[in-house]
């Protein structure tokens, strides 16, 4: 399997999980190719701490035999954005793609104001660049942080509304399509039905983009976050029944691309404090489990979980890509973390 949306902490986050533990979890659950967010502690938005990253990395990959890549973060100055590129093009596959967020979420990496946003986009078609940038869309100004009550997870669903994912899924291909921009749009954990239908339009229309679904967005709803003992807050939040069908649905019609976990966990005192994220590999498997209950054909779990995520990427999905004996894969994995919002 591959899971091209994981946050491994590290470094002075070490208390979260380290990229050892992460590999060596990733590969007890049959997952052999991960892809590393950039807005670790410290980001990686240049090339000598992507380098550092990387040599970081090295020795679990060789220990537990799963690739290991990573995104670039940009930032709104162009100049960054240019050396972003220049590294990608140097590292690429080990710089997997870039990321984007045009919303704040953990790490506070947003580019939130639309011109600045037209210059992320501006700046990548005057570099020619043709390779993935990952979007986490959720519109700034359509969020309501006062909606937030402490502790009350489900209350983060009011906070960050599905409008806030929707219209910024509109701005991203707006702005693709305004500068000429020449490469793939990646919508990560896309979690509204809305959202699903304006990736669909786009590429009938002939755009280059993708969407991908996490288990939590496929599986879980905002009611789940009632019990306060999940600690069920992430970015984007659970959404409501209708708009976790339509996740579901579209990863078995086609509408969503692929599977990705959004692996981002903490500690149980940071989820205490408000802390967006939650374990994930073990959801990769829960879902897997899930699709197979309902008779979903094998070739369509494949592409789900490997196979269009390559080709997306221009890499090989190596091993097997389904893995046997799921449900001891999931208890193992579990174990290995203080909470999980699945079990």
């Known amino acids: 399997m591959i899971d091209f949306h994981v946050h491994l902490r590290d470094w002075n ?6 990229v050892e533990h992460g590999l060596a979890v990733a590969k007890l659950c049959g997952i052999n190719a991960v892809a590393d967010m950039p807005n670790c502690d410290p980001p990686l938005t240049d090339r000598e701490t992507v380098l550092d990253r990387l040599a970081l990395a090295a020795p679990s990959v060789k220990r537990h035999k799963v690739s290991y890549h990573v995104y670039m973060g940009l930032t709104k100055d162009p100049d960054q ?29 947003g580019i939130t104001e639309p011109e600045d946003q037209r210059t992320v986009f501006s700046t990548l078609s005057e570099m020619n660049y043709s390779g993935v940038l990952a979007l986490h869309c959720e519109k700034e100004s359509l969020m309501r942080s006062d909606l937030y009550v402490q502790g009350q997870y489900e209350t983060q669903s009011l906070a960050r509304p599905a409008e806030a994912e929707i219209e910024s899924i509109k701005d991203m291909i707006a702005l693709a399509e305004e500068t000429g921009y020449k490469g793939r749009l990646h919508i990560c ?5 809305e959202g699903i239908e304006e990736v669909v339009r786009a590429k009938e229309k ?11 967005h496929a599986l879980l709803t905002s009611k789940d976050a009632c019990d306060h003992s999940r600690y069920l807050r ?6 409501d029944e209708e708009n976790r069908r339509a996740v579901y649905e579209g990863l078995i019609n086609g509408k969503i691309d692929y599977v990705e976990s959004d692996h981002a966990p903490h500690t149980i005192e940071d989820k205490k404090k408000g802390m967006g994220g939650i374990p994930g590999f073990a959801g990769d498997l829960i879902l897997l489990r899930a699709l197979k209950k309902d008779n979903v054909p094998q070739q369509r779990l494949e592409e789900l979980f490997a ?7 221009g890499i090989e999905a190596e091993g097997r890509i389904i893995p046997d004996r799921i449900d001891w894969r999931i208890e193992q994995a579990v174990r290995e973390y203080p909470y999980n919002g699945f079990v």
């Open 13 to 18: 986050q070490k208390q979260k999980e380290t």
């Open 81 to 109: 954005i240019r050396g972003a590129v220049n590294t990608y093009n140097e590292l690429y596959p080990l710089v997997i793609g870039l990321k984007m967020f045009a919303g704040h979420s953990t790490g506070n990496m």
């Open 189 to 193: 954990h896309i979690s509204t039905r």
């Open 206 to 216: 002939g755009m280059k983009i993708t969407c991908a679904a996490t288990a939590h």
């Open 234 to 239: 992430m970015n984007p939040p659970l959404r």
């Open 307 to 313: 196979l269009n995520c390559a080709h997306d990427f």
